[in-house]
């Protein structure tokens, strides 16, 4: 046979390249058991694949936050959980001291109220390597110790701890808050004297206020609203001014909130503001739901302090009390008796039992949400595979063919250019 045209070896190499192409394509459909690895395989798979995978990733970063939250959800569990353990212990001595009498028996009972003040301090204060459980950003004790005297209380609120609830973003849109506030004091105080308009329409003289320290001018001509701009712009570490119903609000989370008049200014006189007091934020881990004013452990402390203290036989222990007596029920009835104890430790004891549901229905939220994003990420998974993979057995059968028609090929070609260059040239 005479081949007369260059055409024929050409056209041999075109389809020994084109064998060769598939040999590799298929080698590698086999090898990695995809049949899809970039775009140019099947763009339209490849397109739903990458989609998938931002979906995966996105999926695994609320997984990593779902379990942050849950850690924290946990930990506020457990204190919980050992708050409400300890009420229902001073529930019980509170119901067996109702009834009790006798000096010693009061002291008694004191001792053992004493102590389970200081279990309450040690699961609020709980720490490990330096850092406080429940520290905030602070990283301050909730309660901080101070000097006892005649067995008053040895902790109170740390006005320089801020822990709060944490937010985290667990789905599409979806943020949830975990843990519980500790109660940390709130210190605020409002105007008594509601003023519209300027100053000077209400009778008050500008000049300068002193607010915990830092002096703050103010005009007679300023309206509530502007005395208020003026002591948020005076940068006072944690006092935040605000107005509402012609009234004047002072709040700080980092201790009390001191008003003062300098001459010739008589604005803090006239609008009633006084020294801010504090109070515990009703929902915090420390709050004693009832009670008001007083945070879970010096609702306690205060009670083991009157029991140990306490007098002749007949008298009730907490008739003096100021603390307790500045502490009134819903009918206006202050607590310093022993049924106003009793009923404020009942109303403790229900609120950290609240405490405990709250944070088991977080920790139930977490657990569904962790199951949910791994069963769609499986699925994704799944979807990705089933667009990407390849059908290995025909991809192998496939193969042999090819390797079978590429070897072929290959040895007509070598037959068929063997032919000398006198055979090729006639």
Same mark, same amino acid.
């Given at each position: 046979?005479?081949?007369?045209?260059?055409?024929?070896?050409?056209?041999?190499?075109?389809?020994?390249?084109?064998?060769?192409?598939?040999?590799?394509?298929?080698?590698?459909?086999?090898?990695?058991?995809?049949?899809?690895?970039?775009?140019?395989?099947?763009?339209?798979?490849?397109?739903?694949?990458?989609?998938?995978?931002?979906?995966?990733?996105?999926?695994?970063?609320?997984?990593?936050?779902?379990?942050?939250?849950?850690?924290?959800?946990?930990?506020?569990?457990?204190?919980?959980?050992?708050?409400?353990?300890?009420?229902?212990?001073?529930?019980?001595?509170?119901?067996?001291?109702?009834?009790?009498?006798?000096?010693?028996?009061?002291?008694?009972?004191?001792?053992?109220?004493?102590?389970?003040?200081?279990?309450?301090?040690?699961?609020?204060?709980?720490?490990?390597?330096?850092?406080?459980?429940?520290?905030?950003?602070?990283?301050?004790?909730?309660?901080?110790?101070?000097?006892?005297?005649?067995?008053?209380?040895?902790?109170?609120?740390?006005?320089?701890?801020?822990?709060?609830?944490?937010?985290?973003?667990?789905?599409?849109?979806?943020?949830?808050?975990?843990?519980?506030?500790?109660?940390?004091?709130?210190?605020?105080?409002?105007?008594?004297?509601?003023?519209?308009?300027?100053?000077?329409?209400?009778?008050?003289? &500008?000049? %300068?206020?002193?607010?915990?320290?830092? *002096?703050?001018? #103010?005009?007679?001509?300023?309206? @509530?609203? =502007?005395? +208020? /701009?003026?002591?948020?712009?005076?940068?006072?570490?944690?006092?935040?001014?605000?107005?509402?119903?012609?009234?004047?609000?002072?709040?700080?989370?980092?201790?009390?909130?001191?008003?003062?008049?300098?001459?010739?200014?008589?604005?803090?006189?006239?609008?009633?503001?006084?020294?801010?007091?504090?109070?515990?934020?009703?929902?915090?881990?420390?709050?004693?739901?009832?009670?008001?004013?007083?945070?879970?452990?010096?609702?306690?402390?205060?009670?083991?302090?009157?029991?140990?203290?306490?007098?002749?036989?007949?008298?009730?222990?907490?008739?003096?009390?100021?603390?307790?007596? &500045?502490? %009134?029920?819903?009918?206006?009835?202050? *607590?310093?008796? #022993?049924?106003?104890?009793?009923? @404020?430790? =009942?109303? +403790? /004891?229900?609120?950290?039992?609240?405490?405990?549901?709250?944070?088991?229905?977080?920790?139930?939220?977490?657990?569904?949400?962790?199951?949910?994003?791994?069963?769609?990420?499986?699925?994704?998974?799944?979807?990705?595979?089933?667009?990407?993979?390849?059908?290995?057995?025909?991809?192998?059968?496939?193969?042999?063919?090819?390797?079978?028609?590429?070897?072929?090929?290959?040895?007509?070609?070598?037959?068929?250019?063997?032919?000398?260059?006198?055979?090729?040239?006639?």
């Amino acid at each position: 046979m005479n081949i007369t045209d260059k055409i024929f070896p050409s056209t041999v190499q075109y389809e020994s390249n084109n064998l060769q192409s598939s040999e590799y394509q298929l080698n590698q459909e086999v090898s990695s058991n995809l049949s899809v690895e970039d775009a140019s395989d099947d763009p339209t798979a490849y397109g739903q694949a990458t989609a998938l995978r931002a979906n995966e990733s996105q999926n695994s970063v609320y997984l990593a936050s779902t379990t942050a939250a849950n850690e924290t959800a946990t930990s506020t569990y457990d204190a919980a959980a050992s708050l409400q353990s300890i009420m229902t212990n001073v529930g019980e001595l509170v119901t067996e001291m109702n009834a009790a009498t006798g000096t010693q028996t009061y002291a008694d009972y004191g001792a053992q109220m004493a102590t389970y003040a200081s279990e309450i301090a040690n699961v609020a204060n709980t720490e490990t390597d330096g850092v406080y459980l429940f520290g905030g950003t602070s990283n301050q004790p909730p309660l901080t110790a101070i000097t006892s005297t005649d067995n008053s209380p040895s902790y109170e609120l740390n006005a320089a701890n801020n822990n709060t609830t944490s937010s985290y973003t667990i789905g599409q849109g979806i943020t949830t808050s975990a843990g519980l506030p500790i109660g940390t004091a709130d210190y605020s105080t409002t105007s008594t004297t509601s003023i519209d308009g300027t100053l000077a329409a209400s009778g008050i003289t &500008g000049g %300068t206020i002193d607010v915990n320290g830092t *002096s703050v001018a #103010i005009s007679s001509t300023d309206t @509530l609203s =502007d005395v +208020a /701009s003026e002591i948020n712009a005076a940068g006072i570490t944690g006092v935040t001014a605000s107005v509402s119903d012609g009234k004047l609000s002072l709040s700080s989370a980092t201790g009390a909130v001191t008003v003062t008049d300098v001459s010739p200014s008589t604005f803090a006189a006239d609008s009633g503001l006084s020294t801010a007091t504090a109070t515990v934020p009703t929902a915090g881990l420390l709050s004693t739901g009832g009670s008001g004013t007083l945070d879970l452990y010096t609702l306690v402390a205060t009670i083991a302090q009157d029991l140990q203290n306490a007098g002749s036989s007949g008298d009730d222990p907490f008739t003096g009390d100021s603390v307790l007596a &500045g502490v %009134t029920d819903s009918d206006g009835n202050p *607590s310093n008796s #022993i049924g106003g104890v009793v009923a @404020l430790v =009942d109303a +403790a /004891s229900s609120f950290t039992s609240q405490n405990v549901g709250k944070t088991s229905a977080q920790l139930s939220l977490y657990a569904l949400n962790t199951n949910a994003l791994n069963a769609t990420n499986t699925d994704i998974t799944s979807t990705i595979s089933n667009l990407t993979s390849a059908n290995t057995a025909a991809a192998a059968t496939s193969l042999t063919e090819v390797q079978t028609a590429y070897s072929a090929a290959l040895d007509a070609a070598s037959k068929i250019l063997s032919l000398n260059i006198l055979q090729y040239i006639t």
